[in-house]
């Protein structure tokens, strides 16, 4: 598992991990898609697999699911969200790293709620390659440039 370097939750909410996403890390009930999402962001931040296989609904879970210890996760904006009833969605972009290449990561998630708990179904992803230049303002988000924060 790969631990939070500051109190801020992963998901970029803005609030301490251990009042964001690590409360349904260890066991609590997400109230809304989108909340369940950001915990599963976080939970692929931090190589959280068995809480990943969790929140996923059985009929779409992989048998088995590996960390990809080479991807580092940077950055998660929520672009959209719904629910009406038992289902729900979530549109998202998650920038991350691997090795020297940024990556952006665009999905439409559907989301179930089954005996009172939103379960990830699947979603509709589309992955880009960004270039990025050492003066370019970084993809994470931080403001400063690349050549000054993640390169």
């Not at 929140?55 to 719904?82: F, M």
């Not at 998650?94 to 665009?106: N, S, V």
């Not at 998630?109 to 699947?122: A, N």
């Amino acid at each position: 598992m790969r631990v939070v370097m500051n109190n801020l939750c992963p998901c970029n909410s803005g609030s301490p991990y251990q009042e964001c996403c690590q409360p349904l890390h260890s066991g609590k009930a997400a109230e809304t898609p989108e909340q369940l999402m950001r915990s599963r962001y976080t939970a692929f931040a931090m190589g959280l697999m068995e809480y990943l296989q969790q929140t996923w609904c059985a009929q779409h879970r992989p048998a088995d699911l590996q960390p990809n210890e080479s991807i580092q996760w940077k950055r998660l904006e929520v672009l959209d969200r719904g629910a009406e009833g038992d289902q729900g969605w979530v549109k998202f972009r998650a920038t991350f790293q691997e090795g020297d290449k940024w990556m952006q990561l665009q999905e439409r998630s559907r989301f179930i709620k089954e005996q009172g708990r939103w379960l990830y179904v699947d979603g509709d992803a589309t992955w880009t390659a960004l270039s990025v230049g050492r003066n370019d303002p970084c993809p994470c988000g931080s403001g400063k440039k690349n050549k000054k924060c993640c390169e």
